[in-house]
């Protein structure tokens, strides 16, 4: 009998939904919803409602359920494999706060997202209660973001109270689907909570320091945290009424899109790295013991199989590429041909990227930085490869403080598919790079619904062994460092570092001396 699983992956712009086979070792079905396009009811940019003077991104839950109740009617039509799913995991973009009332209906209309910068303020008297951020990093492994959903809630807690008390549990984004799927269970898992910046990751436990700091009484509105290796439930009934669900179907733990992606990748044992271009740009790689930074640069975070996922995360990648490109009415094309007439380099022209603000550097309130431009080379060309490589200088600019030195990075996401992209990643980084098809994170999802259904069934098998057939390489995107352009790289790395650490206050080599290497 074959044995069937699906992943879920709700996204910042859109749901994923992928059925596997695991008796053939074959993806079966796929399917997926584009908010802004499939939902405009909602009236979303880019999956979100956005204030960009207040820093604010948020989304309604609402439109999440009904991405994924479109994705469960189509299914039902088009195949006959919803009855014959055993279980079911979520993968869900991290940091987002969802807030229950006692009935069950949101206490809040919207979910602030991970990139809501909005609530600065919180975030820094969430460090000064702490007593700073070598406590707040003893406190939890990681240095206070805003990104994070700490301080959303403390944001909640200041200035919409009754939201606040209204509610009766705080759920990240994959935490409310797994309620939904399950008809009620609220639970949180140690991945996705290790992005809360109230969970500490060493310890499993939450910080009654930093809880206290917001209320006492939030200890009664967070959720168990159990461990992302197990099932925690059944599908709900009314899904087994609407669309033929199995009512033996079980529903995973779930855990955080990044989580997710790395199982999607092939990411599961130390020395490999990911990058994944989406919205945001994150690398991540994996460590059987926790890697705490004690510059709060890098995230420490449990990973979804037992051990932890060292990560940074960048906000401005593919949300700045699109942007630019619609600002300019090009094509991903167009944009290509662009670059090709450009040198890499870029004579030293540069662009430091920091659009939406940052979150790695930490600069909330960030803004890009035009370095090297004059009237001459002002031009759409020359900008065009500002960006790309500038997106890129700033993910490598946080990579080199990850504790891992790869032999070939994992390319995920929309850009992943671009040889320019890659090839220019490939020359940034210094190092061989292959992208992954497939949706790294829905993939990941169904793969850890796999391994734990098979685990809590009594058939131990490992990760890798269970993975490995459904992690494909796309051998016309692997790449190799171009030669004649690494001492170019070397020195555009050394200029992008000099120039963020002056923005930032730091200490650093004069810009215009190293530009000279480029110009």
């Known amino acids: 009998m074959d044995k069937i699983f699906a992943g879920i992956d709700v996204s910042t712009q859109s749901l994923k939904f992928i059925i596997i086979n695991l008796t053939v070792q074959d993806i079966v079905y796929s399917d997926s919803i584009n908010y802004d396009k499939d939902l405009p009811e909602f009236q979303t940019l880019n999956g979100t409602t956005i204030d960009p003077s207040k820093g604010v991104s948020e989304s309604n839950p609402l439109m999440w359920i009904d991405a994924l109740n479109i994705v469960f009617r189509r299914a039902k039509r088009?195949?006959?494999f919803l009855p014959k799913i055993r279980s079911m995991s979520v993968s869900g973009q991290q940091h987002g706060l969802v807030s229950l009332a006692k009935d069950g209906k949101l206490a809040k209309p919207t979910s602030k997202l991970w990139n809501d910068f909005s609530t600065q303020s919180e975030c820094e008297l969430l460090n000064i209660g702490i007593g700073g951020t070598d406590k707040m990093i003893d406190a939890i492994g990681n240095s206070q973001k805003t990104g994070y959903t700490a301080s959303k809630i403390f944001h909640m807690f200041r200035n919409e109270i009754d939201y606040f008390n209204a509610t009766t549990s705080f759920l990240l984004v994959h935490n409310y689907i797994n309620w939904y799927?399950?008809?009620?269970?609220?639970?949180?898992?140690?991945?996705?909570?290790?992005?809360?910046?109230?969970?500490?990751?060493?310890?499993?436990?939450?910080?009654?320091?930093?809880?206290?700091?917001?209320?006492?009484?939030?200890?009664?509105?967070?959720?168990?945290?159990?461990?992302?290796?197990?099932?925690?439930?059944?599908?709900?009934?009314?899904?087994?009424?609407?669309?033929?669900?199995?009512?033996?179907?079980?529903?995973?733990?779930?855990?955080?899109?990044?989580?997710?992606?790395?199982?999607?990748?092939?990411?599961?044992?130390?020395?490999?790295?990911?990058?994944?271009?989406?919205?945001?740009?994150?690398?991540?790689?994996?460590?059987?013991?926790?890697?705490?930074?004690?510059?709060?640069?890098?995230?420490?975070?449990?990973?979804?199989?037992?051990?932890?996922?060292?990560?940074?995360?960048?906000?401005?990648?593919?949300?700045v590429y699109n942007t630019f490109l619609e600002a300019n009415n090009l094509s991903h094309t167009s944009f290509e041909m662009m670059i090709k007439k450009t040198k890499p380099g870029n004579n030293g022209n540069l662009i430091l990227p920091w659009f939406e603000g940052e979150r790695t550097p930490d600069l909330p309130n960030g803004c890009p930085l035009y370095f090297g431009f004059n009237i001459e080379n002002l031009n759409l060309e020359t900008l065009s490869r500002a960006i790309l490589e500038g997106l890129i200088l700033n993910l490598h600019d946080g990579f080199i403080k990850l504790p891992v030195t790869p032999k070939t990075l994992h390319l995920t996401g929309g850009m992943s598919t671009s040889t320019v992209w890659c090839q220019t990643i490939s020359n940034i980084f210094n190092c061989k790079t292959v992208s992954v098809k497939d949706e790294g994170a829905?993939?990941?999802?169904?793969?850890?619904?796999?391994?734990?259904?098979?685990?809590?069934?009594?058939?131990?098998?490992?990760?890798?062994?269970?993975?490995?057939?459904?992690?494909?390489?796309?051998?016309?995107?692997?790449?190799?460092?171009?030669?004649?352009?690494?001492?170019t790289y070397q020195s555009l790395n050394l200029l992008y570092s000099s120039l963020s650490k002056r923005l930032r206050g730091l200490e650093a080599d004069n810009p215009y001396k190293l530009r000279k290497n480029l110009a």
Request: glycine share 12%; net charge negative; proline share 4%.
């Open 78 to 80: 088009r195949t006959n």
């Open 181 to 319: 799927l399950t008809g009620g269970v609220k639970v949180m898992e140690d991945g996705d909570a290790s992005g809360t910046g109230l969970w500490d990751p060493i310890n499993k436990t939450w910080s009654k320091k930093l809880i206290k700091i917001i209320s006492e009484d939030l200890f009664d509105k967070l959720p168990v945290v159990k461990s992302s290796t197990k099932s925690i439930g059944k599908v709900a009934s009314d899904l087994i009424v609407k669309y033929g669900f199995d009512p033996n179907c079980t529903i995973d733990a779930g855990s955080g899109d990044n989580m997710y992606g790395a199982i999607g990748t092939g990411n599961i044992e130390p020395g490999i790295v990911t990058i994944s271009l989406g919205t945001s740009g994150t690398i991540y790689t994996m460590l059987d013991e926790a890697f705490v930074d004690p510059r709060g640069e890098i995230a420490c975070f449990c990973n979804s199989i037992g051990g932890y996922m060292p990560l940074i995360c960048v906000s401005n990648m593919a949300g």
């Open 442 to 487: 829905a993939l990941g999802a169904a793969i850890h619904a796999a391994w734990v259904w098979e685990n809590e069934s009594g058939n131990e098998i490992s990760l890798k062994e269970l993975s490995d057939p459904f992690i494909q390489f796309d051998q016309k995107l692997r790449f190799n460092p171009e030669k004649q352009y690494i001492d």
